[in-house]
């Protein structure tokens, strides 16, 4: 259970996180805003609250596994990286640039603490399976977590990967999917109906929870309970909010992959930062 003061720190990352992948965003000229912003929430809680990692040692050979499926919201892991101390925070501002460590989908061998290389959507749920897989096969204790969007579940091979985690009860994995309803073209369930995602996972045999992906309190308890599921998978149906934290393009699927130009980056900061003093004063 996560302490008053917890939560306040959580939910104050999660803003900080948000203003670097603004201020990223607006340096490089591109890149994706909406799937980033509301994802700051989920990743604030795994990089500062759920992850058994060490930023001075990223390859440490017990810590959990975090593996990006949907690389085009990295953004978001790069900031909570360089806020968690993998790199320093003003590398961001290198993002998408040439001979970057900070690349628009993730490389494995550029940058530490990055488990995998991703890019081509629904691949991310084979690599963590394969690594879920062979920890059990090796008996190590360490956590497998998938991060996914809604959308590239239009992609066959998740399916595949999905039907080979419930096959083999890798209960040490658990997915974490995304669910803002856009995608790059439309609204998910206009572009290709997804749902009853619910009822799909559990078809396949995984143990299904749901919450609200920008609340990090219901977040972090929906984590404790699938990591006390020991006889299947989970995945949580993270119900989030695309550009969150930003009134004008929450829910748009426009800035799906728009960045904002310099005039709208000042705006939007301002904008986060009187969101970062309610923070304060809710928890005082």
């Known amino acids: 259970m996560l302490t008053d003061e917890n939560l306040k720190n959580l939910e104050l990352k999660a803003e900080a996180i948000r203003e670097t992948i603004i201020e990223m965003l607006v340096a490089a000229g591109s890149g994706h805003t909406a799937g980033p912003m509301g994802m700051a929430d989920i990743f604030a809680a795994l990089y500062f609250d759920i992850l058994n990692h060490d930023p001075k040692n990223p390859e440490w050979e017990e810590r959990d596994r975090l593996i990006l499926s949907n690389g085009h919201i990295v953004p978001v892991r790069y900031a909570a990286m360089a806020h968690a101390g993998y790199f320093p925070v003003e590398e961001c501002l290198t993002l998408r640039k040439f001979g970057s460590r900070l690349q628009g989908h993730p490389e494995r061998e550029r940058l530490p603490g990055l488990e995998t290389t991703s890019g081509p959507l629904g691949s991310g749920l084979g690599q963590a399976a394969g690594i ?138 301002q904008e986060l930062r009187t969101l970062k003093g309610k923070i304060q004063s809710e928890h005082e």
């Open 132 to 269: 879920a897989y062979g920890a059990r096969m090796d008996g190590k204790k360490f956590h497998v977590y998938c991060a996914m969007s809604d959308g590239e579940h239009d992609a066959g091979n998740i399916w595949e990967s999905a039907m080979f985690i419930g096959a083999n009860k890798l209960s040490n994995l658990t997915g974490i999917i995304d669910r803002n309803n856009i995608q790059i073209n439309g609204l998910t369930e206009d572009v290709m109906p997804l749902e009853s995602l619910r009822n799909k996972y559990e078809a396949f045999g995984w143990h299904v929870l749901e919450c609200d992906g920008n609340n990090i309190a219901a977040f972090v308890d929906m984590v404790g309970e699938a990591k006390a599921i020991t006889e299947r998978p989970t995945v949580i149906i993270a119900h989030t909010v695309p550009g969150k934290g930003i009134k004008e393009i929450e829910y748009d699927y426009h800035w799906h992959g728009t960045p904002p130009n310099a005039e709208q980056a000042k705006k939007w900061l």
